[in-house]
């Protein structure tokens, strides 16, 4: 049987280049990959991104033969472009990788679970890691932990004006513990 563990440990064991080696989010693209390879999550075969760019974010991550990934079962939804774009502003500039990861996180809002289990990840605390890494600005606006995809849809929705809560504040709000609540 295939193993999560097994699995990271083989990709995060392969060279790459310089840069993605040094880069703190590879291990969390490991575990995107790892996800795709048992089937969990929502992400396409290539991970949003596309045929040639996952070429390139293979060869420069994990050069070697190819896990075969999964195809998973997302929904198309029209703010896909939209939350990449809202990512992508808050991006931290530091690295190339931050917008393949913009595509993959916008990519994982077409799921209908909690984002790091759209995402394949392990656990919340790994998306934590890749927000953190790659959009520090915009995680420090989560100063509450709101679950990842119900803020990144709420800084969404504020950006272009649209206001469907009703409540003047979350903690007065009666869906706060749905916000709030562990997604472990």
Not at 5 to 31: E, I, K, W, Y
Not at 54 to 79: A, K
Not at 94 to 108: F, K, Q, T
Request: charged share 25%; glycine share 8%.
């Amino acid at each position: 049987m295939i193993n999560r563990t097994q699995l990271m440990t083989d990709l995060l064991a392969r060279p790459g280049d310089a840069d993605a080696l040094a880069d703190p989010a590879r291990p969390v693209f490991a575990s995107v990959v790892v996800g795709r390879a048992l089937g969990e999550g929502v992400l396409p075969v290539a991970l949003g991104l596309g045929g040639d760019r996952f070429t390139e974010f293979w060869r420069r991550y994990f050069p070697g033969p190819q896990l075969i990934l999964i195809e998973g079962n997302h929904e198309d939804i029209p703010e896909l472009e939209d939350i990449e774009h809202l990512l992508l502003d808050y991006r931290a500039g530091l690295r190339d990788s931050e917008i393949w990861l913009a595509r993959i996180v916008a990519w994982g809002c077409a799921g209908r679970d909690h984002l790091w289990q759209d995402l394949g990840l392990a656990n919340r605390k790994e998306l934590s890691l890749l927000m953190d890494t790659a959009f520090p600005t915009l995680a420090a606006l989560n100063t509450g932990d709101m679950k990842w995809k119900k803020f990144i849809y709420r800084q969404y929705c504020a950006r272009d004006g649209i206001y469907v809560c009703p409540a003047p504040s979350c903690g007065v709000c009666i869906d706060y513990a749905k916000c709030f609540a562990s997604e472990d």
